[in-house]
């Protein structure tokens, strides 16, 4: 079973995707974790995770390759 691993926490569901997007696109396998309160969408935030083996590649994309 693979471990995963926060890699990126967001309010915005947009950035969320970008980043989703961009990993993926790089083949590390990412997934977005909607922490978001469910009924009022006020509190909470969007975590991007990956497999705990990518975790120092996608860090290093998201902090050198992705700028908003």
Known sequence: ???WH???ETGSPIRA???KGVLTER???AV???KRETVYH???NFEIM???TDVVQAINIIENEITF
């Open 6 to 8: 926060k890699v990126y």
């Open 27 to 29: 083949g590390i396998m």
């Open 42 to 44: 006020i509190h909470g």
């Open 1 to 3: 079973m693979t471990k």
């Open 50 to 52: 990956t497999p705990t």
């Open 17 to 19: 995707e970008i980043i």
């Open 32 to 34: 977005i974790l909607n």
